[in-house]
């Protein structure tokens, strides 16, 4: 069973002051009491650098929130793989709910952007989860299958991808997926994942899941099958509430 990975996704949130507080806060208790787990910290792309910076010498590892399919060229304000690898990250987000919704993202483009991420050496995180109306007409496993099936990059980067499974639904709002629901998708993520590339490929693949993880129930939730970790969204926003889902790795 692979080590657990804990993402912290700070989305459009945090100023130098405020991300380079929260990253000294955690690399100083990381560098004191090594995690039981893998951590990484996904700050918006202008603080990549001061944060890179602040989590030096530490083993929190530091990723970016997307990037785009080409590695250089006329895309004013996109932001390139090799240019996140240059900043020191080793992991990107890619096909984020909200960068599909906002910005149209579509499966063959969140593919596109997850192997420039691999070609770059990055490590792409990809997204994929149903909405609410998806899962209430009984489509969730089928829409989370054509995502995998679509989004997947199809070379391999400094590693294996990492897949997040993150219910719309439950993203922001509160609301988590029940123990079952989770184990349900990630079984079916972990078979499909077998079936594309291979058994033992397929089971180096770390499926995360996202959506309202709390201190509060990131145990329950971290011990689930094929529950190999966390993509979190606001509570990576407060140290003790992101070491102490770290801390909740069984
Ligand atoms: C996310 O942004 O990926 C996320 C899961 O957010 P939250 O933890 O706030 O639901």
Not at 15 to 44: H, K, M, N, Q
Request: glycine content about 14%; hydrophobic content about 45%; aromatic content about 2%.
């Amino acid at each position: 069973m692979p080590r657990k990975l804990i993402a912290g996704n700070w989305k459009m949130n945090g100023l130098r002051g405020t991300g380079g507080e929260l990253a000294r806060d955690l690399a100083a208790r990381a560098r004191s009491a090594a995690p039981g787990c893998d951590l990484l910290v996904c700050p918006p792309a202008p603080l990549l650098i001061p944060v890179g910076e602040a989590l030096a010498g530490s083993p929190v590892q530091l990723g970016a929130q997307d990037c785009h399919a080409e590695p250089s060229g006329a895309h004013t304000g996109d932001i390139a793989a090799p240019m996140l690898a240059d900043a020191g990250c080793s992991h990107v987000i890619v096909g984020h709910s909200e960068r599909r919704s906002d910005h149209g993202e579509s499966d063959a483009e969140v593919r596109a952007k997850a192997a420039a991420a691999a070609a770059a050496g990055l490590v792409p995180i990809v997204c994929v989860g149903e909405t609410e109306a998806e899962r209430t007409a009984g489509r969730a496993l089928a829409v989370i299958e054509s995502q995998v099936r679509g989004s997947l990059p199809q070379g391999s980067g400094a590693g294996p991808p990492v897949v997040a499974y993150e219910p719309v639904w439950a993203i922001g709002t509160g609301k988590t997926a029940t123990a079952g629901d989770i184990a349900e998708a990630h079984g079916h993520i972990r078979d499909l994942l077998r079936e594309i590339l291979g058994r033992a490929a397929g089971d180096s693949v770390r499926i995360l899941y996202g959506g309202s993880v709390k201190p509060d129930n990131a145990a329950e939730i971290l011990a689930v099958d094929d529950v190999d970790g966390a993509l979190v969204g606001g509570a990576s926003l407060k140290a003790d509430d992101f070491w102490a889902i770290g801390a909740s790795c069984p």
